[in-house]
């Protein structure tokens, strides 16, 4: 069975500043792996995902997350934090097949002005 | 393209009651999976459907049904409510049920029990 832990539940940062959502994954094969966000009272918008190839994924909104397989992580980091990127980031992963997706707990991030 | 619909967005039941949901994927999609949402347990799996037929369920009882109909849409049903049924049910709609496809979410359908 897989389990994704996010690291902190809140994580606040300075407009302009560095982001980094952290997210660990626990699984005997490496998974694919997806990077949501979700606004109040809105579903799950897909930013990024890894499948194989690149570890290096680029995803919209400039995020941007790397695959490390030998510390089965996947962080999520932008360069510069916006207001409008103040959100719940969900890291979820999957085996491919139909177990659906396994979430963390989210993260919430607050950009302070 | 339209996105994943889900109706309705907001719904008051009693407890005890029964509730069915709908969620309409997005076209050409032929998977849909039902997420719940609290504050306490997060994002938890409830079930997958592809092709009319159930192919995985979550760790939830038996009160918590679904189906998908042969244009791809399909409904959960939950039946006894209780308190604790009070979350945001999302649905999701994917190609296909096998390998690396994203899966995208509808707005939910936030159902409270009182």
């Known amino acids: 069975a897989q389990s994704v832990t996010q690291l902190g539940s809140h994580v606040s940062v300075s407009e302009g500043a560095l982001v980094l959502l952290r997210c660990n994954y626990s699984?005997?094969?490496?998974?694919?792996l997806f990077w949501y966000v979700q606004y109040p009272n809105q579903g799950l918008q897909l930013l990024l995902k890894y499948t194989t190839g690149a570890t290096l994924v680029k995803g919209i909104n400039g995020f941007e997350a790397e695959f490390k397989k030998s510390e089965t992580s996947f962080h999520l980091t932008k360069p510069s934090a916006h207001m409008s990127d103040a959100a719940e980031y969900f890291c979820?992963?999957?085996?491919?097949?139909?177990?659906?997706?396994?979430f963390g707990k989210g993260t919430h991030l607050i950009i302070q002005p | 393209k339209a996105g994943v619909t889900q109706t309705p967005r907001y719904l008051i039941k009693t407890r005890g009651q029964q509730v069915t949901l709908s969620c309409s994927p997005i076209s050409g999609h032929r998977s849909v999976s039902w997420y719940q949402q609290t504050p306490g347990q997060g994002l938890q799996f409830l079930f997958e459907?592809?092709?009319?037929?159930?192919?995985n369920k979550g760790n939830f009882p038996g009160r918590f049904s679904g189906r998908q109909f042969s244009n791809s849409r399909s409904e959960m049903n939950v039946s006894t409510l209780e308190l604790g049924d009070s979350a945001l049910y999302l649905c999701?709609?994917?190609?296909?049920?096998?390998?690396?496809?994203?899966?995208?979410f509808g707005p939910g359908t936030r159902l409270t029990v009182t």
């Open positions: 699984s005997s094969v490496p998974p694919y």
């Open positions: 999701a709609s994917s190609l296909a049920w096998e390998g690396p496809y994203e899966q995208y």
């Open positions: 459907y592809f092709s009319e037929t159930q192919r």
């Open positions: 979820a992963a999957s085996g491919g097949g139909a177990d659906g997706l396994t």
